[in-house]
């Protein structure tokens, strides 16, 4: 039985949650988000709150109610506070620098590496070395996160790299030398 999925998502004052032919729409003060929902889930919104229903009693509608339970809390979250997500670049050199949509990495590569951002998606530079994603959708800022951390991955011995601000790089020992 998915405990995620039973619990209710308290709806704030100056938001508005529709559901209709299997959409669900949530509004608020930063922008609009829009999700499909599988027709093997209910949702029944009404005094501020909303709860998950599962049609069947299957497997698979126990997991999707868990699924579509976070999936909703979080565009209710997106569209009242916003989500973020900070990276950081390590290493001699290495910096990042933003140029309208894109962000211009220099991390060790001949030339420098553009990152184009997804709609919806703001970035800030701060010191050269600190990324920050922003925006209303949790979803499109990690993907927007993980590819740019895919461009030059933390290495093990220097540490050198771009790694999420809460990531702890595990460190190797380099050689030695012997005699």
């Keep these: ?37 599988n ?4 949702l029944k919104i009404e005094d501020g709150v909303m709860n998950v229903t599962m ?8 997991a999707l109610q868990g699924l ?5 809390a979080n565009m ?4 009242n506070r916003g989500f973020e997500r900070k990276l950081e670049i390590n290493g001699i050199g290495y910096r990042a620098e933003l140029s309208g ?22 970035a800030a530079v701060a010191k050269n ?4 994603l922003s925006g209303i959708d949790k979803q499109k800022i ?3 996160a993980a590819a740019i951390r895919k461009i030059r991955p933390p290495e093990p011995y220097k540490g050198k790299g771009i790694k999420y601000a809460e990531e702890h790089i595990r460190r190797k020992a380099g050689k030695t030398g012997t005699k």
């Design 1 to 37: 039985m998915s405990r995620v999925g039973k619990k209710p998502v308290p709806i704030p004052d100056k938001t508005k949650v529709t559901f209709a032919d299997s959409l669900l729409t949530v509004t608020g003060e930063k922008g609009t988000l829009s999700q499909a929902i």
């Design 39 to 42: 027709p093997a889930i209910g």
């Design 55 to 62: 049609v069947s009693e299957d497997r698979n509608s126990r």
């Design 68 to 72: 579509t339970r976070s999936l909703a």
């Design 76 to 79: 209710i979250t997106g569209v």
């Design 101 to 122: 949509k894109q962000i211009v990495l220099h991390v060790g590569y001949s030339n420098p590496v553009s990152f184009n951002l997804p709609e919806g998606i703001n």
């Design 129 to 132: 070395n600190n990324i920050i």
């Design 142 to 144: 990690g993907l927007a």
